[in-house]
T-cell receptor
Framework: GAVVSQHPSWVICKSGTSVKIECRSL??????MFWYRQFPKQSLMLMAT?????????EQGVEKDKFLINHASLTLSTLTVTSAHPEDSSFYIC???????????????FGDGTRLSIL | QKEVEQDPGPLSVPEGAIVSLNCTYS??????FMWYRQYSRKGPELLMY????GNKEDGRFTAQVDKSSKYISLFIRDSQPSDSATYLC????????????FGTGTQLKVEL
């Protein structure tokens, strides 16, 4: 159980284009999902918390107009990197918490990440 | 000083060894503690999830939490080459929207 699917796993695109990454909870509902960025040999850096039916909460220093988050259903959150540039190249990972198993602190389950390369 | 300290390694052990991975933390509000395993180019996989102090065992893995010392450990018995990965500790308090605070990760290599 507790499977999170992330798509695509790898994308290469030209500078200036926008890229959408999907994160789905396959066997549970998630009112909250999280988006992370990870640089090589470093830990995960939280970018934003995605809340179903409301606006995402962004961490300090993360441009909300650059990284658009939509959480339109209890099983799907999307991250769109707008007008991507080479410095946006990174490994993006989503996670989701099972909101159907009671209040509070269910652990986060992670997707397999999306490797984004901007040429 | 980071909220969570974790030795980055790399840690290299022979197959069959007992591996001990550790994290220390400074925030006494942390109550939920997790260990994740991350293979290269993959997302983290939840291994252990514990609440407050104590031990939890799952197969070859044992997680220990000592809140009085602000110290958590993950033990791997009979280590296998397939255990070679980066191990991340993570923790959270009851509040804070369930945001996780991660250690930097320890890279483990189990050699034949």
């Amino acid at each position: 159980g507790a499977v999170v699917s992330q798509h695509p796993s790898w994308v290469i695109c030209k500078s200036g284009t926008s890229v959408k990454i999907e994160c789905r909870s396959l066997d549970f509902q998630a009112t909250t999902m999280f988006w992370y960025r990870q640089f090589p040999k470093q830990s995960l850096m939280l970018m934003a918390t995605s809340n179903e039916g409301s606006k995402a909460t962004y961490e300090q220093g993360v441009e909300k107009d650059k990284f658009l988050i939509n959480h339109a259903s209890l099983t799907l959150s999307t991250l769109t990197v707008t007008s991507a540039h080479p410095e946006d190249s990174s490994f993006y990972i989503c996670s989701a918490r099972d909101s159907g198993r009671g209040a509070g602190n269910q652990p986060q389950h992670f997707g397999d990440g999306t490797r984004l390369s901007i040429l | 000083q980071k909220e969570v300290e974790q030795d980055p390694g790399p840690l290299s052990v022979p197959e069959g060894a007992i591996v001990s991975l550790n994290c220390t933390y400074s925030n006494s509000a942390f109550q939920y503690f997790m260990w994740y395993r991350q293979y290269s180019r993959k997302g983290p996989e939840l291994l252990m999830y514990t609440y407050s102090s104590g031990n939890k065992e799952d197969g070859r893995f044992t997680a220990q939490v000592d809140k009085s010392s602000k110290y958590i450990s993950l033990f791997i018995r009979d280590s296998q080459p397939s255990d070679s990965a980066t191990y991340l500790c993570a923790m959270t308090s009851t509040g804070g929207g369930n945001k996780l605070t991660f250690g930097t990760g320890t890279q483990l290599k189990v050699e034949l």
